[in-house]
């Protein structure tokens, strides 16, 4: 499976105004051209997975608005299950799949998402094991393709386990700060160079509203 981050960031790699934010005051400085290549590329791929805090915030459908019939598979992973069942991932005809962990069983709330005609799967004891995961994806659910658009905790744990081959990055001409702001990867971090994850740069293209830049995975 090829998995592609695909984020908007500051200069300084933030996602959002604050801890808690929503990452759509971000997406103001776009043009609706800028909006509609983010939506292409969601036509392109067939999964699309982000982070429970970002259905919390934003609340999004992550559909492709350009294209009729292209909708990639939504993924959401939540260690805990504990997802708004009146969020629009759940409440639309889309398809969605719900990811948790044995310590987050809920049969009773299984059986809920499922009753909207969601799928819900186990993939790891007490935090998700995405190697596991896209090997259910790929081999149950024919997902080649998965584009990430998640916060920095998720980033951090796909990093981690090694599964990102490719990252594009719109990044704007602003400047955020901010401590405790959400980066694009941000989790426990690396103390020791040799275990940061590698990239190569492929592509770094001016725009007028941002920086398209594209990294793939040193083998």
């Given at each position: 499976?090829?998995?592609?981050?695909?984020?908007?960031?500051?200069?300084?790699?933030?996602?959002?105004?604050?801890?808690?934010?929503?990452?759509?005051?971000?997406?103001?400085?776009?043009?609706?051209?800028?909006?509609?290549?983010?939506?292409?590329?969601?036509?392109?791929?067939?999964?699309?997975?982000?982070?429970?805090?970002?259905?919390?915030?934003?609340?999004?459908?992550?559909?492709?608005?350009?294209?009729?019939?292209?909708?990639?598979?939504?993924?959401?992973?939540?260690?805990?299950?504990?997802?708004?069942?009146?969020?629009?991932?759940?409440?639309?005809?889309?398809?969605?799949?719900?990811?948790?962990?044995?310590?987050?069983?809920?049969?009773?709330?299984?059986?809920?998402?499922?009753?909207?005609?969601?799928?819900?799967?186990?993939?790891?004891?007490?935090?998700?094991?995405?190697?596991?995961?896209?090997?259910?994806?790929?081999?149950?659910f024919g997902i080649t393709s998965l584009m990430?658009?998640?916060?920095?905790?998720?980033?951090?744990?796909?990093?981690?386990?090694?599964?990102?081959d490719e990252i594009i990055l719109m990044q704007?001409?602003?400047?955020?700060?901010?401590?405790?702001?959400?980066?694009?990867?941000?989790?426990?971090?690396?103390?020791?160079?040799?275990?940061?994850?590698?990239?190569?740069?492929?592509?770094?293209?001016?725009?007028?509203?941002?920086?398209?830049?594209?990294?793939?995975?040193?083998?």
């Amino acid at each position: 499976m090829k998995t592609t981050i695909f984020s908007q960031i500051s200069i300084d790699g933030k996602l959002t105004m604050g801890a808690g934010n929503s990452s759509k005051e971000l997406f103001s400085l776009f043009s609706s051209e800028d909006m509609e290549f983010i939506h292409l590329f969601r036509g392109n791929v067939q999964g699309i997975m982000v982070g429970k805090n970002t259905i919390l915030t934003d609340n999004p459908f992550l559909t492709n608005r350009y294209e009729e019939n292209k909708n990639p598979i939504r993924i959401i992973p939540t260690t805990t299950l504990d997802i708004p069942l009146d969020s629009n991932v759940l409440s639309d005809e889309g398809r969605t799949i719900i990811v948790t962990t044995e310590k987050g069983r809920d049969e009773y709330k299984i059986r809920q998402i499922r009753e909207r005609g969601k799928e819900c799967l186990i993939c790891g004891e007490d935090k998700v094991d995405f190697v596991e995961l896209e090997r259910q994806l790929e081999d149950n659910f024919g997902i080649t393709s998965l584009m990430v658009e998640g916060g920095g905790f998720l980033n951090w744990h796909i990093f981690d386990q090694d599964i990102v081959d490719e990252i594009i990055l719109m990044q704007l001409p602003i400047i955020i700060g901010g401590s405790t702001n959400i980066t694009l990867v941000d989790g426990d971090g690396y103390q020791q160079l040799c275990f940061a994850k590698k990239f190569k740069v492929v592509e770094i293209q001016p725009k007028d509203n941002y920086t398209l830049m594209r990294y793939k995975k040193v083998i």
